[in-house]
């Protein structure tokens, strides 16, 4: 670790079962994930929430989140740019920072009532403050 600038100390890879969301997106974004094996001394979160409080918690882990995680960490996570592009909501609309995945809102038919103004909302200049404030990046 010490030409990344952290010392000699030992990395603790922090993973998520390769059947979650996160694993596939970085194995389908990031070529040299493909194919990857693990070491055995890396450690297996089932859940979101346990991936994030053990980057939080654990000097020198590495570890795979998604931003909304690092924003309410409150600066005891840190994201890593890849090939020096900054994880940014810039970056990420503009295609320049390629680990994203997109998330949908699935209704039966078109959407009425109280789901559509929902819909609207969270579309809208309010919904784009919320879902950025959160460490996530608007569709728009």
């Given at each position: 670790?010490?030409?990344?600038?952290?010392g000699?100390?030992?990395?603790?890879?922090?993973?998520?079962?390769?059947e979650?969301?996160d694993?596939?997106?970085i194995r389908a974004?990031?070529?040299?994930f493909?194919?990857?094996?693990?070491?055995?001394?890396?450690?297996?979160?089932?859940r979101?929430?346990?991936?994030?409080?053990a980057?939080a918690?654990?000097?020198?882990?590495?570890?795979?989140t998604?931003?909304?995680v690092?924003?309410?960490s409150?600066?005891?996570?840190?994201p890593?740019a890849l090939?020096?592009?900054?994880?940014?909501?810039?970056?990420?609309?503009n295609g320049?920072?390629?680990?994203?995945r997109d998330?949908?809102?699935?209704?039966?038919?078109?959407?009425?009532?109280?789901i559509?103004?929902?819909?609207?909302?969270?579309?809208?200049p309010?919904?784009?403050?919320?879902?950025?404030?959160?460490?996530?990046?608007?569709?728009?």
């Open positions: 670790m010490g030409a990344l600038g952290g000699e100390s030992p990395i603790t890879v922090l993973t998520r079962p390769p979650e969301v694993s596939e997106v974004t990031l070529p040299c493909t194919e990857l094996k693990l070491v055995a001394t890396a450690r297996v979160m089932p979101g929430g346990d991936m994030a409080k980057l918690e654990t000097p020198y882990a590495l570890g795979m998604s931003m909304t690092v924003a309410q409150e600066g005891r996570t840190k890593l090939d020096n592009v900054e994880p940014t909501a810039e970056n990420v609309r320049k920072y390629p680990l994203t998330f949908f809102f699935i209704v039966r038919g078109e959407p009425t009532g109280s559509r103004k929902f819909l609207e909302f969270i579309r809208g309010d919904g784009d403050r919320i879902i950025l404030a959160n460490g996530a990046v608007p569709a728009r």
